[in-house]
């Protein structure tokens, strides 16, 4: 919360001076409050939980990092519903 404050009273005081912020130093800062915010502990527990949820979880996480987060949702997404129609396809033959 303080890092998202501090940043906007910088953007609104200097936002002339913004345009000579390096790219790099904010995708450092937004890493850095990322990583913060992440649940590390959730994370690995549903990682844990079965392996469909790991697979969706770390095509989700690795998509989103290489690419961006519509990729990775997107994914996400399409893997949870193959895992799900693939449950109930196996529930209902049986």
């Given at each position: 919360?303080?890092?998202?404050?501090f940043l906007l009273g910088f953007m609104m005081?200097a936002a002339p001076l913004a345009a000579y912020?390096?790219?790099?130093?904010?995708?450092?800062?937004?890493?850095?409050?990322?990583?913060?915010?992440?649940?590390?502990?959730?994370?690995?527990?549903?990682?844990?939980l079965s392996w469909r949820t790991a697979v969706?979880?770390?095509?989700?996480?690795?998509?989103?990092?290489?690419?961006?987060?519509?990729?990775?949702?997107?994914?996400?997404?399409?893997?949870?519903?193959?895992?799900?129609?693939?449950?109930?396809?196996?529930?209902?033959?049986?």
């Open positions: 919360m303080l890092h998202s404050l005081l912020v390096p790219l790099a130093a904010l995708a450092g800062m937004l890493v850095v409050v990322g990583w913060n915010m992440a649940e590390r502990v959730e994370f690995a527990r549903l990682a844990r969706v979880l770390l095509a989700t996480f690795g998509l989103t990092l290489v690419r961006d987060l519509v990729t990775g949702i997107s994914a996400g997404c399409i893997l949870a519903a193959l895992f799900a129609a693939e449950a109930r396809f196996r529930t209902r033959r049986a």
